[in-house]
């Protein structure tokens, strides 16, 4: 294994480790350029500067994501403006971006949310018209499809995670794939302390070369490259489960399952199913929580294998209500670059809170090792629930009333 890691003063590129798991990243997804980092967050806000985002530019971003998704403008000291979403994928509408772009809009973050891909082919051409960079975040999404083409082929620049609990990881990770070389070089020089080698690589460009130490290094890249040959397997596993899931569990009425639109593949990195109370006849936390008391938590998660909801939509987090984030001072909401008014009130997007409030149950019972055998157990366990629905509605009023 080579020592040559992407050290201040070395190359940029990365050890060779990095280099043939980024070559072999690339293949995967049919992209000219991969480039890799020690985070997807990382790789998310190399990108916003690759993109060429400063202050007093606005992002379009979906909120119903994680927070890194728009967080990471802010580190540019940039605006997110949020666009809602579609109610069957749950990504970002590209109507309700067509409405939210204006003139200080530089980039748009589209989110692959839960595996599904967002609809691309309206929204790259939105980006076209308008000169704007998209950026799209594919943290949940590796080997997803979007009508017939692979994720990290279709974007500006395409970001995987390769945290823990993600579909093969590298402990932490992330990796970015372009097919425009200047955003690869751009990239590599925010990875790796940029400003301390533009004057040797004759760059003459310098917005947004300066860099940090945002790389992966050679034994995180050693574990990709095993990682990486089992993608597919985990891939059919996964989907296998949650395809079962989604016949049975979404049989039940007034609980729907996933859509997955023509063309397109869903690599369910979470698996969500839209409950209606009106007609279950049940409140949803209710449901959740008695359909959790009868199977068994895994032992060695941190969170829920299920959830009524999935997240805050982001623009009602404490740092977009106060707009305090970069300094005392309101920078980037509030700042002399910024000559936009933000608006991050509640019923800014009316799908995504209808969807978390009332709607979304957020599930992760079929990742792998899960097998068929576990899966029956958990669609015992909603039909269970499911026939004692009344009993437990009138359980419920009783609590209530005592
Ligand atoms: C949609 C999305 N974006 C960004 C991230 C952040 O990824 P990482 O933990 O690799 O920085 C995650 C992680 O869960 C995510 O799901």
Redesign the pocket.
């Known amino acids: 294994m080579s020592t040559t890691l992407a050290v201040l003063g070395g190359t940029p590129v990365g050890g060779d480790r990095v280099q043939v798991f980024e070559r072999a990243w690339a293949e995967l997804v049919g992209a000219r350029h991969a480039v890799s980092f020690n ?3 990382s790789g ?1 806000f190399a990108a916003i500067g690759a993109a060429g985002v400063g202050p007093g530019d606005e992002v379009l971003v979906p909120p119903y ?2 927070s ?2 728009a967080t990471v403008a802010i580190g540019y000291h940039a605006v997110p403006v949020f666009a809602d979403i579609e109610p069957d994928i749950f990504c970002v509408d590209p109507r309700s971006l067509r409405e939210r772009i204006t003139p200080r809009t530089k980039a748009i973050v589209v ?1 692959d ?1 839960f595996g599904h891909p967002a609809d691309l082919d309206p929204i790259m051409a939105l980006a076209r018209e308008h000169g704007l960079v998209v950026i799209e ?1 594919a ?2 999404a590796p080997g997803a499809v979007y009508r017939g083409r692979r994720i990290g082929s279709i974007s500006d620049m395409t970001v995987f ?3 823990y609990h993600k579909h093969i990881h590298t402990g ?1 990770g ?1 990796i970015v794939t372009t097919g425009d070389e200047r955003y690869a070089e751009r990239l590599q020089l925010i990875r790796n302390h940029g400003e301390a080698v533009v004057a040797d690589r004759g760059i003459t460009d310098l917005v947004n070369a300066f860099g940090f130490n945002l790389r992966l290094t050679e034994i995180p890249a050693a574990i990709g490259i095993a990682q990486l040959s089992k993608l597919s397997h985990l891939l059919e596993r996964r989907v296998e489960n949650a395809e079962y899931l989604s016949k049975h569990v979404g049989a039940l009425p007034g609980i729907a399952a996933p859509s997955v639109r023509t063309g397109c593949t869903h690599v369910y990195y979470v698996q969500p199913f839209l409950f209606d109370a009106a007609v279950v006849g049940v409140s949803r936390e209710r449901f959740v929580g008695a359909v959790c008391a009868e199977l068994p938590t895994a032992e060695d998660r941190d969170w829920p294998m299920m959830s009524a909801g999935y997240v805050t939509p982001l623009y009602l987090q404490p740092m977009y209500q106060q707009q305090i984030a970069v300094g005392a001072s309101g920078c980037p909401f509030r700042c002399p670059h910024y000559t936009g008014t933000v608006d991050y009130r509640k019923g800014r997007c009316p799908v995504t809170e209808e969807i978390e409030e009332r709607r979304m149950i957020a599930t992760e019972f079929m990742r792998p090792p899960a097998t068929l055998d576990d899966m029956r157990d958990v669609v015992r366990a909603f039909e269970k629930v499911y026939e004692q629905r009344r009993e437990l509605a009138s359980s419920a009023a009783g609590e209530r009333r005592g």
């Open positions: 985070s997807n967050t998310l994501t994680m890194a998704s989110v949310l975040d943290a949940q995670s390769l945290n932490e992330g």
